[in-house]
Every structure is written in structure tokens, then in C-alpha cells.
């Protein structure tokens, strides 16, 4: 029987033709996801007990009790970045491998994470609708030259996401206990900061540009939402756990920050009726960071030579 591949991302299909081509060529037969949605851990594993020995892999949940039931295989590939939805303790006791794509998307979560600036410190989504309303309200913004931008994260998005805010005047801090690249500092007369605290205090934008995990989980609380300017603005492209919604709800009521816009949430999409999401100072888009032409592209070629890599070697540890 053909060894099979279950590929879920819905975009994947959009530039699926050289892909699936390379993984023909390889012997690999390929079951694609015709739900038009996420898959459930039920359909994961109903699928893969169709010979599957490897996954390219989207946002769909993975957790240990999934990768325990799917028995044939032993490789996954991330579309994308964040592998947050895969238990990778348990696939590296199981032996299955994992690699993610890496930099394919960087360019568009950082445009994305600087067209929600410029969507908050103009309060775009609000002048926008008011106006297709045949309003004329218009409420006065400000510039992001010569703001305080504070990155929680440089890594590829973050670095990204510095540079342009630095082509547009803006004052650059990095936060990242991991940060190495000196000569990218230089390079872009951006500072390193070794305490988070300062940073949340003196910046006037916080982006978000780390994964999250056990340490980094609800690094947005009550308590980091309160050393922030009552004027500051909160972006995250990362990943809805990051924040605690719930803190960052009184937040906003309570003008102790001015504006969040994220792109994810901690349920995508949120629940009817979240309080959060009918506040006029969130902004939500619909985790669309990576969602463009080129990273789509980009993340489809990458994830599927990943994938083959990854099952050559396992042939190799046969
Ligand atoms: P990356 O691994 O290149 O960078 C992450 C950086 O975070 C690293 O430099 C790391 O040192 C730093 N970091 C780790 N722990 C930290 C901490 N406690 N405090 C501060 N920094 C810390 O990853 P990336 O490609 O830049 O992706 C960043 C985030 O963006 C991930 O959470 C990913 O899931 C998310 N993402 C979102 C989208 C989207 O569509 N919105 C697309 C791609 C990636």
C-alpha cells in the first residue's frame, strides 16, 4: 500500500500544484482536507489510519492523545511557524519527526503587525464603517514617527517588524532573553532592554512576537496590562494565549491601555457574544498575519520540502 500524506491548511490548495507534484515524484499518495475547515482530533485520526506517514500540518490540534493513535506515522510539517498546536514532547518520544517553516511568512505577520499600528493610532475600523454609514465622524489619531515601539520578541517577525518601524521613524526596543544578533542592532540603531517592566512602561506600541509556551502564556495580564501607558497600544500577531483576555477586557473599559488589535485569540474564531470583541477599542482580524500571496506560496513549497527531508531521514534511522 502507498505510503499517504494528509495535508489540512485550507490555503494550502491554492498553490498546491508544484507540491503535490514533488511528493508524486517521491511515491507519496496525498489525502487532501475537504472539510473546508480545521480538522477535529476524531477526523485526525480516523484519516490517518489510512497508512499516513506524514502530515503537513496547519493549525489543526495535535496533541499527545492524537499522535498516540496515529500509528504509521512519522514525520510533521508545520505550514507556518507557531507549532504550538503540536505536543512535541510526546512526537520525539514517539519518534516522529517535526520541522517547521521557518522565515516564510515573516514578511506578511510583519506587515500585517504594522498596518494594525497604523489601524489603532488612526482608529481606522471605526472612521471606516462610520463612514460607509454615511457618518462623518472623524476622530483625530496620531503619528507613529517618533513613537516608542517595544518588540517582545526578535526573532524573524520581530526583526522584520523592526526594521520597517525603523524606516518610519519610529524609536525601536527589543525584549528577547535569547536575543543575539548585535550587528542587526547596529545595523538599525535599535536598543536591547534586559527588563520586560521597563519596556511595557516606556513604550507607546507593544507588539508581540514570541511563541508561546508554558513560560510565556498569559504574559499579558492584569498585572503587565497595569504598567502600561494609559495611552499605549497593544499588538499581537503571536498567539491569543500570550494574552489574558479577560485582563485585557477591563483593560480597555477601564482606559488603562488606549487600543488592543490582535490577530489571534485564544478561540479562533472567538465565541458569539464576547464582551472583548464588541469593545470599540479592539480590533480583530481573522488570523490573516500569514495569509497572503507570497507567504502562502512560500510556506506550501517550504513545509512540503520539509516534509520529505524529514521522511528521508527517517529512512535513513531505519
Ligand atoms: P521566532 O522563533 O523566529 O522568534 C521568536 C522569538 O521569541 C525568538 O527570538 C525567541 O528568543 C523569543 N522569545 C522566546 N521567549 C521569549 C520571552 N519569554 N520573551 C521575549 N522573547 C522571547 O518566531 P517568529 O517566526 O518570529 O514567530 C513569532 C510568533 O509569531 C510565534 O508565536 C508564531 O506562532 C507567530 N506567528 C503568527 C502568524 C500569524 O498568522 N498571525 C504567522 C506566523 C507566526
Known amino acids: 500500500m502507498a505510503e499517504k500524506i494528509l495535508i489540512t491548511p485550507k490555503s494550502f490548495k491554492n498553490y498546491k500544484e508544484n507540491a503535490h507534484k514533488l511528493l508524486q515524484e517521491h511515491g507519496y499518495e496525498i489525502i487532501e482536507n475537504n472539510f473546508g475547515r480545521t480538522l477535529t482530533e476524531e477526523e485526525i485520526i480516523e484519516i490517518a489510519q489510512d497508512n499516513v506517514v506524514g502530515i503537513i500540518i496547519g493549525v489543526d490540534p495535535l496533541p499527545a492523545n492524537v499522535l498516540n493513535q496515529c500509528k504509521s506515522l512519522r514525520a510533521i510539517s508545520k505550514?507556518?511557524?507557531?507549532?504550538?498546536?503540536?505536543?512535541?514532547?510526546?512526537?520525539?518520544?514517539?519518534?516522529i519527526l517535526v520541522k517547521n517553516a521557518v522565515g516564510t511568512n515573516s514578511i506578511s505577520v510583519a506587515e500585517h503587525a504594522i498596518g494594525l499600528m497604523f489601524a489603532s493610532a488612526r482608529h481606522?475600523?471605526?472612521?471606516?464603517?462610520?463612514?460607509?454609514?454615511?457618518?462623518?465622524?472623524?476622530?483625530?489619531?496620531?503619528?507613529?514617527?517618533?513613537?516608542?515601539?517595544?518588540?517582545?520578541?526578535?526573532?524573524?517577525?520581530?526583526?522584520?517588524?523592526?526594521?520597517?518601524?525603523?524606516?518610519?521613524?519610529?524609536?525601536?526596543?527589543?525584549?528577547?532573553?535569547?536575543?543575539?544578533?548585535?550587528?542587526?542592532?547596529?545595523?538599525?540603531?535599535?536598543?536591547?532592554?534586559?527588563?520586560?517592566?521597563?519596556?511595557?512602561?516606556?513604550?507607546?506600541?507593544?507588539?508581540?512576537?514570541?511563541?508561546?509556551?508554558?513560560?510565556t502564556k498569559g504574559l499579558i495580564n492584569e498585572e503587565t496590562l497595569k504598567l502600561m501607558k494609559p495611552t499605549a497600544i497593544l499588538i499581537n500577531t503571536s498567539r491569543g494565549e500570550l494574552v489574558d483576555e479577560r485582563a485585557l477586557y477591563d483593560a480597555l473599559v477601564n482606559n488603562e491601555i488606549a487600543v488592543a488589535a490582535q490577530d489571534v485569540y485564544s478561540s479562533e474564531p472567538p465565541k458569539h457574544g464576547d464582551p472583548l470583541v464588541a469593545l470599540p477599542n479592539f480590533i480583530l482580524t481573522p488570523h490573516i498575519g500569514a495569509f497572503t500571496q507570497e507567504a502562502v506560496e512560500r510556506m506550501a513549497m517550504v513545509s512540503t520540502e520539509n516534509l520529505i527531508e524529514l521522511l528521508a531521514q527517517r529512512e535513513v534511522v531505519k
Open 79 to 95: 505550514y507556518g511557524v507557531g507549532m504550538d498546536n503540536i505536543d512535541l514532547k510526546r512526537a520525539a518520544e514517539l519518534g
Open 124 to 215: 481606522l475600523p471605526t472612521v471606516a464603517a462610520g463612514t460607509k454609514a454615511y457618518g462623518w465622524e472623524r476622530s483625530i489619531g496620531f503619528e507613529l514617527t517618533n513613537k516608542k515601539l517595544g518588540l517582545i520578541g526578535g526573532g524573524q517577525i520581530g526583526k522584520e517588524v523592526a526594521k520597517r518601524a525603523v524606516g518610519l521613524g519610529m524609536k525601536v526596543t527589543i525584549y528577547d532573553p535569547f536575543f543575539n544578533d548585535h550587528e542587526f542592532l547596529e545595523k538599525y540603531g535599535i536598543q536591547i532592554e534586559q527588563d520586560l517592566t521597563d519596556v511595557l512602561k516606556e513604550s507607546d506600541i507593544i507588539s508581540l512576537h514570541l511563541p508561546v509556551t508554558e513560560q
